[in-house]
């Protein structure tokens, strides 16, 4: 493994249960890179972010993040190590103030409070309402904003801009693209191909818990047939 690798993952099994998710996932993300991670409902797109997070640890296979086997490490250690989620439904607290959610995660390093708030002007002028009394793309601000006061070395974003407005979702891209300028690494889900191929290095998809694709947005937007049989587009 080089030393511009962040996560490395070779062959990983996921289960819930007996229920068997991932087949054998291989899956590199080096430093400052964005990822797109794409496919149908139910493909294991979740699962392979909570597999990277040891939150749904992998049954078999090998992990290694910054360098470090963390196959079956616990979730608080590889967030220590740098990993960072934004989880589907945002994760928010909701009875803390926008301001508390941020204090709770902070820990030091170049992305202060200041600077979130600098990134989303909107979570500036809702600083003391509650996190269950915010808007949708609000709440999603705060999540982007709370794994960046954690000062990692990636984030893991699922479902980027699901449920969210045109206008919200265009300003969460632009967030992406900043992270992506500031040298975080990222793995993006969502269902938005154009506005990924924008901003992503890569794209993999997914297929019953197996890659199917993997290569540059300009890669896969020269095989339709893969964007027809697994995107659906
Ligand atoms: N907690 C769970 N217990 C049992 N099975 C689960 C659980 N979570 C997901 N699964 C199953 O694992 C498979 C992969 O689900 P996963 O949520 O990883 O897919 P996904 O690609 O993220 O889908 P979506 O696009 O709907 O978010 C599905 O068959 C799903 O039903
Ligand atoms: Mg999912």
């Known amino acids: 493994m080089s030393d511009t690798t962040l996560i490395e993952a070779a062959g990983l099994h996921t289960y819930y249960g007996a229920s068997h998710v991932l087949h054998g996932i291989d899956l590199t993300l080096r430093r400052s890179e964005t990822v797109a991670l794409l496919g149908r409902n139910g493909m294991g797109k979740t699962t392979l972010l909570r597999s990277l997070l040891g939150l749904t640890p992998p049954r078999r296979g090998s992990l290694r993040i910054a360098g470090r ?46 600077r979130v708030l600098g990134t989303f002007p909107r979570l500036a002028q809702r600083l003391d309402h509650g996190g269950g009394q915010i808007s949708g793309g609000e709440q999603q601000m705060l999540a982007i904003g709370r794994a960046l006061v954690t000062n990692p070395s ?76 697994h995107l659906g587009i």
């Open 154 to 229: 990636c984030i893991l974003i699922d479902e980027a801009t699901e449920g969210l407005a045109p206008l919200i979702a265009r300003d969460i891209w632009a967030t992406v693209a900043a992270i992506r300028a500031a040298g975080i690494a990222t793995i993006v889900v969502d269902r938005n191909l154009a506005a990924l191929s924008a901003v992503a290095d890569r794209v993999v998809i997914l297929a019953k818990g197996l890659t199917v694709f993997a290569g540059t947005p300009a890669e896969l937007a020269a095989q339709p047939e893969i964007k027809h049989r």
């Open 69 to 114: 086997d963390m196959a079956s490490a616990r979730p608080d250690r590889i967030a220590r190590a740098g990993v960072a989620y934004v989880p589907e439904g945002r994760g928010i607290f909701p009875t803390l103030s926008v301001r508390e959610n941020l204090l709770l995660a902070a820990r030091p390093g170049a992305w202060n409070i200041e």
